[in-house]
């Protein structure tokens, strides 16, 4: 009887090979994953036909170092670009904005001496870049990790002393607002600035510093200054505004400080500034009137492609900044 039985479910198995199932042949219903990939499970209709519930056979977990019979999986291609405009605004607004106007207005912002200056933070902690050389970490995700000798926490430590080696006072906060959440990460790290403001009322600056993300699972964009003698990612500074229709009356002062930065760097290193970006929502920029995001390279780029354009940038916009201390 099981003789019998075994042979008729083989039989129903050959058959629906041919026939086809209206969902797929019997080749992708073997090879049907659940939502994480980790499981083959024999579809509904191929239960139905043999009975019984449903069977689940192991494969591979793709977390887990692959084995002689599981090829590694395919790395996205890294593909370099350079984005010209170092002295241009990308406004993503309906306001007027003049890149020459606004720098010919100079910036009226002024830092206290001897007092609190800048803040540091990382709205998105663990944002990190590609893998390469001795440059390898532990990943939380897609380009991320909690290490921060390898996420954009190590660029802002070395942008902190950077502008400490000119006389600003800086504070470089450490903490982790996007993980395990990622959602809700502006929420977490602007109610950290307010209570930044709230004790040392003096911070007139505060710069978000992240990383960008362009590109797909196929292909990465690095972002690459190009400066001679220099390995250097580009760094872009991106701007809030009230275009959302959320109050934040300081974004003219904001963009006006952007500005400044941005032309003290050009000056200095043509490419390594991608446009300023001028955007609808105000990502926390609201709290102080001298608010800025600033991407460090993109996902295709490496750590030390990074760290080589904080410190061109750094050692540009902080003289810069300098000169605003009263």
């Known amino acids: 009887m099981k003789r019998i039985r075994l042979l008729l479910v083989l039989g129903l198995a050959v058959l629906a090979m041919y026939l086809g199932f209206a969902h797929g042949s019997l080749s992708e219903i073997l090879n049907a994953t659940d939502d994480g990939g980790r499981r083959l499970v024999f579809t509904s209709e191929l239960q ?108 802002g430590n070395e942008l902190t002393e950077i502008f400490r080696s000119y006389g600003l ?65 580009q760094v872009m500074l991106f701007v809030g505004t009230d275009a959302s229709g959320l109050e934040h009356p300081n974004w003219r002062q904001n963009l006006s400080l952007a500005v400044y930065i941005q032309n003290a760097v050009s000056s200095k290193y043509p490419s390594l500034m991608r446009p300023v970006q001028l955007v609808k929502y105000r990502y926390n920029q609201h709290l102080t009137p001298g608010s800025m995001i600033i991407e460090v390279g993109s996902n295709g780029n490496t750590l030390q492609e990074a760290l080589a354009a904080i410190r061109l940038f750094g050692h540009s916009a902080g003289p810069a900044l300098a000169e605003l201390v009263e």
């Open 48 to 155: 139905r036909l043999i009975g019984g519930a449903s069977h689940e056979v192991s494969v591979p977990d793709p977390t887990q170092a692959p084995t002689e019979d599981t090829p590694p999986p395919v790395q996205p291609s890294v593909v370099p670009t350079t984005i010209s405009g170092g002295f241009l605004i990308k406004n993503s607004t309906d306001y007027d904005i003049d890149f020459q106007e606004i720098l010919s207005e100079g910036c009226s912002l002024r830092l206290p001496a001897g007092e609190p200056q800048i803040l540091i933070i990382h709205t998105h902690s663990s944002e990190a870049y590609t893998p390469a050389g001795l440059d390898r970490y532990e990943a939380s995700g897609d380009s991320r990790t909690l290490d921060q000798n390898f996420s954009v926490i190590r660029v």
């Open 169 to 233: 006072n800086v504070i470089h906060d450490t903490g982790v607002y996007d993980y395990p959440s990622y959602t809700g990460s502006y929420n977490r790290s602007g109610a950290k600035v307010e209570e930044y403001l709230a004790q040392y009322p003096t911070i007139k600056i505060v710069i978000d510093l992240h990383r960008d993300a362009l590109g797909s699972s196929d292909v990465l964009y690095k972002v690459v200054a190009d400066e001679e003698g220099v390995c250097a990612s």
